[in-house]
């Protein structure tokens, strides 16, 4: 009777002091499920948020086509149009293929990758669709910077020279230099990076890197028919469509809102800056070039205010991350008079760049590189400087080096260049059989 007593003692002892225990563990239990579902719930955002910054850029593809037919003549708007087309879809399977392997691919040496070509660093897994979702990000931006040369060249290309072009900057010329720079962001460890290097979302990486490759085009090309006179004056050819490329403007500034927040590839509070940074400097990029080009031609110019938008934009976007707004503002200023001296500077060269790619892309690239340094918000150093200024010569020495030669082969092969019939008449019909405005259009 005693140990049965003893017993219901200890039981009753034990059920007491379950809800205690068990309380602990819940409580436990609980803010471990919290914690995986906070850690879940911000990895499925970062994919979210990634993909949409994605589609943003993609959607630039329209906007750089816009720009680039408005800007250009009513002859060469069907060409443009298949040009921006074709460089998104040969981009993809190049930069897919090999691109993407030479950018991102495990490295010793720091020059470029040796692995996941034809995207085999995926696997299927749950926990590898990371992969797909960072490929897809990077895919646009390779494609961003081939279609950049698409202006420079326009109106006096031969479609199947372009295409070749095309792949090879996706697959070869962008990857080698943006393997340098960004490497590690996946398996990769570039040298420039290793010193530090500051390109938040590819001022040089993308820009500067597509602008000299307009610019090799342009000079292995030479100048459209009738652009300079006899006595070597430089000749205005209107572009057919300012509203059109009013409206391509736009939509690449809209893009702009993918392509720098998009880069943190991360859905947090860190956006919030680099959306405001890049609009402030696109902003003051147009009251810059629109008040130089009132001062030089007496009128505003539409179309160097628009390219001061770009210009902006191009110049914020290595250091998105890393300068104020207030600092936006002046690398956005100073970008609009450098596109404007930049755009005149090179007509009088007798370099034909009919919409401005080489000094929007190239030379603000440049600026806005260095300017990441300068204005850096953890201070400016000799170090940080010259590392600034190391990548911006490297990305001209590579980037017009090997477009330059890439042209002249092109060009002693297959030809690079309609003939002079052939751009009288126009590309569209020459190249395509197409008028883009049919029934209504006239060559002139």
């Given at each position: 009777m005693r140990k049965k007593t003893i017993i219901t003692a200890v039981t009753l002892v034990l059920l007491a002091a379950l809800p205690a225990f068990a309380g602990d563990n819940i409580a436990k239990l609980t803010l471990e499920g919290n914690a995986k579902a906070i850690t879940g719930l911000q990895t499925n955002l970062?994919?979210?948020?990634?993909?949409?910054?994605?589609?943003?850029?993609f959607f630039m593809q329209a906007g750089f086509a816009m720009v680039e037919s408005g800007f250009t003549r009513a002859k060469s708007a069907c060409n443009i149009m298949m040009k921006n087309l074709l460089d998104f879809s040969m981009g993809s399977l190049a930069f897919w293929a090999i691109g993407f392997g030479l950018m991102f691919g495990t490295t010793k040496t720091g020059w470029f990758g040796t692995t996941d070509f034809f995207l085999s660093g995926w696997t299927g897994?749950?926990?590898?669709?990371?992969?797909?979702?960072?490929?897809?990000?990077?895919?646009?931006?390779?494609?961003?910077?081939?279609?950049?040369?698409?202006?420079?060249?326009?109106?006096?290309t031969k479609f199947t020279g372009y295409l070749i072009y095309s792949a090879v900057?996706?697959?070869?010329?962008?990857?080698?230099?943006?393997?340098?720079?960004?490497?590690?962001?996946?398996?990769?460890?570039?040298?420039?990076?290793?010193?530090?290097?500051?390109?938040?979302?590819?001022?040089?990486v993308v820009h500067s890197i597509g602008g000299w490759c307009a610019l090799a085009?342009?000079?292995?090309?030479?100048?459209?028919?009738?652009?300079?006179?006899?006595k070597g004056e430089v000749r205005a050819i209107p572009g057919h469509n300012i509203p059109m490329a009013a409206i391509g403007v736009f939509i690449l500034w809209l893009g702009w809102f993918g392509f720098n927040?998009?880069?943190?590839?991360?859905g947090d509070t860190s956006i919030a800056m680099i959306f405001v940074n890049t609009n402030l400097s696109a902003?003051?990029?147009?009251?810059?070039?629109?008040?130089?080009?009132?001062?030089?031609?007496?009128?505003?110019?539409?179309?160097?205010?628009?390219?001061g938008a770009l210009a902006g934009l191009v110049g914020i976007t290595a250091g998105c991350a890393n300068v104020t707004p207030t600092s936006s503002v002046i690398i956005g200023l100073i970008s609009g008079v450098l596109v404007v001296v930049s755009v005149v500077t090179i007509d009088r060269m007798h370099i034909?760049?009919?919409?401005?790619?080489?000094?929007?892309?190239?030379?603000?690239?440049?600026?806005?590189?260095?300017?990441?340094?300068?204005?850096?918000?953890?201070?400016?150093?000799?170090?940080?400087?010259?590392?600034q200024i190391i990548g911006i010569v490297a990305a001209f020495v590579w980037a017009f080096g090997?477009?330059?030669?890439?042209?002249?082969?092109?060009?002693?092969?297959?030809?690079?260049?309609?003939?002079?019939e052939e751009e009288t008449i126009g590309v569209d019909i020459a190249e395509h059989g197409a008028h883009a405005y049919n029934d209504f259009q006239t060559i002139h």
């Open positions: 970062n994919y979210v948020w990634t993909l949409i910054a994605a589609a943003l850029v897994t749950d926990g590898d669709q990371w992969v797909l979702a960072f490929w897809m990000f990077q895919c646009v931006f390779a494609a961003t910077a081939a279609t950049i040369v698409s202006g420079a060249v326009a109106e006096r900057v996706c697959a070869f010329i962008y990857p080698i230099f943006g393997s340098w720079a960004w490497g590690s962001l996946l398996n990769g460890n570039g040298w420039l990076e290793g010193k530090g290097f500051i390109d938040f979302a590819g001022s040089t085009g342009a000079i292995v090309l030479g100048p459209r028919k009738g652009k300079y006179g006899s927040p998009g880069s943190t590839t991360t902003a003051a990029g147009v009251i810059s070039a629109m008040l130089v080009s009132w001062v030089m031609f007496k009128k505003p110019d539409i179309g160097m205010s628009l390219n034909d760049d009919p919409v401005g790619a080489v000094s929007v892309h190239g030379v603000c690239g440049a600026w806005g590189t260095l300017a990441a340094g300068i204005f850096n918000m953890e201070g400016m150093t000799a170090a940080i400087m010259t590392t090997t477009a330059f030669i890439l042209f002249k082969l092109i060009s002693l092969t297959i030809g690079l260049r309609v003939t002079e």
